[in-house]
């Protein structure tokens, strides 16, 4: 029997396995392993990074600024990211109607004095930009304290799976302070039941992490077990 997950998973893209119904999915909370931990006891003095100690725990500030470049993906894209990190439990993206700079072109220099007053401790800011069918997205994060550029990466992905570039960005972000893998850039594989109360039918679907490109992969008439 084929594997529906191998034949819909593009290259790159990571499956968290088959999960119970679709609200499960979303409201699964974060574990962060004992590695997470000591990393978190070790935070010195003017180190960008999360001190995860229960007693000490704090979500990070972070601004998403909207990202420059192609109209429209720029804004989505940032939305995706912060959308993400906020759900993690790790970061407090920061309201953007209190952000002193509403767009960074991607090769200058944020006003980190600026930043630091309204409270934020990471800024991120990027760009996105067409290359033939493929969509590609440049970011850089910065410590705002030191007004360091603390990560730069680039990812491109098909046209079609813009949404991907988010996802991308958060892994590298969400990375890059804890010292865990992102869980962004997956799907699931998860059992639903559409229908009345009483005539409900199994059917295997897929989406991904955040709930967005559902696709069902069974018609309900067959048989599954969970």
Do not use: Y
Request: net charge neutral.
């Amino acid at each position: 029997m084929l594997n529906p997950l191998r034949l819909l998973r593009p290259p790159g893209f990571r499956s968290l396995g088959i999960v119970s119904g679709l609200f499960a999915c979303l409201t699964m909370p974060l574990v962060i392993s004992a590695g997470a931990f000591a990393q978190g006891a070790g935070c010195n003095e003017g180190t960008l990074c999360i001190d995860i100690n229960p007693r000490n725990f704090k979500p990070m500030p972070i601004a998403i600024v909207e990202f420059v470049g192609e109209a429209g993906e720029g804004a989505q894209v940032a939305g995706i990211i912060t959308n993400n990190l906020k759900r993690s439990g790790v970061f407090e993206p920061l309201d953007r109607a209190r952000f002193p700079e509403q767009k960074i072109a991607f090769d200058a220099t944020p006003n980190f004095a600026a930043w630091q007053s309204i409270g934020a401790q990471a800024l991120l800011n990027g760009r996105v930009v067409r290359e033939g069918g493929r969509l590609a997205v440049e970011n850089r994060l910065w410590e705002v304290s030191t007004g360091k550029a603390i990560l730069g990466q680039r990812h491109g992905v098909d046209a079609a799976a813009w949404r991907r570039l988010g996802h991308l960005a958060s892994d590298a972000v969400f990375e890059r302070i804890t010292g865990e893998t992102g869980f962004f850039d997956t799907r699931i594989v998860f059992v639903d039941e559409p229908g009345p109360k009483d005539k409900r039918r199994k059917r295997l679907a897929i989406m991904d992490q955040d709930g967005a490109n559902f696709l069902a992969l069974s018609s309900g008439e067959e048989l599954l077990v969970t």
